[in-house]
């Protein structure tokens, strides 16, 4: 069973804070995702991974940096958190377009 | 241009009267499409996908590029179908999500 590990359930930031969220998966899939979650919105894609060292932006990149140094792990980057980024984050990884597996969320807020 | 679209933000039904969650998606090639399910304090998980023509927890959903629909549907709801339903499409370059639809079985 494939499982995406993210780090913090629940986080609390102050505004300009450099916040990291981490990713974890176990099944060796190239494609790892980091999307937000919020209510009325829906799922938004913030940027996408298809291998090491690779990244892509998603729909919403602004205030976000990624880092992919090793295949298992994705970690997204708030250089400055403000309160605009108080959110659901998930991730996600597939190893097939279409199937993927997300983790469990970090809410996050910042205050 | 939103390319899911997923009308009922809310939809309440009662125990075992039939259930429909509507999915329209916009696009011009060959689509690919799921519906993805979020229960209280679970993680997003696969409910879904149209290529196996499969039904997962008495749930189908069939898709017609007529109407450019993927409804999802169960005839007889149970409260544990009370979750958050997302409707997703794959065009090969990315992939889209609905804005999703809240759905509460009334016992």
């Known amino acids: 069973d494939v499982k995406v590990t993210q780090s913090s359930r629940y986080l609390v930031k102050r505004t300009g804070e450099k916040v990291f969220l981490e990713c974890v998966q176990d099944?060796?899939?190239?494609?790892m995702f980091w999307y937000r979650q919020d209510p009325g919105l829906g799922l938004r894609l913030i940027y996408f991974?298809?291998?090491?060292?690779?990244?892509e932006k998603g729909d919403i990149p602004e205030g976000y940096s990624v880092s992919r140094e090793k295949k298992e792990r994705f970690s997204l980057i708030l250089e400055s958190a403000s309160t605009n980024q108080t959110s659901m984050y998930l991730c996600?990884?597939?190893?097939?377009?279409?199937?993927?597996?997300f983790g469990s969320g970090t809410r996050l807020t910042v205050v | 241009a939103q390319r899911v679209t997923q009308p009922e933000k809310l939809l309440s039904v009662f125990k075992g009267a039939p259930v429909e969650l509507k999915c329209n998606y916009s696009?011009?090639?060959?689509?690919?499409l799921f519906w993805y399910v979020q229960y209280s304090r679970q993680r997003l998980q696969l409910l879904l996908r149209?290529?196996s023509r499969e039904s997962i927890k008495g749930f189908t959903a069939d898709l017609n590029k007529g109407e450019t629909s993927f409804h999802l549907k169960k005839p007889f709801a149970q409260e544990e179908d009370s979750a958050m339903y997302y409707c997703?499409?794959?065009?090969?370059?990315?992939?889209?999500f609905g804005t999703g639809t809240s759905l509460t079985v009334i016992p």
């Open positions: 996600a990884s597939s190893l097939y377009r279409g199937r993927y597996t």
């Open positions: 099944m060796d899939h190239e494609n």
């Open positions: 991974s298809y291998d090491v060292k690779m990244k």
């Open positions: 696009y011009s090639g060959s689509p690919e």
């Open positions: 149209h290529i």
């Open positions: 997703a499409l794959n065009t090969g370059n990315q992939f889209y």
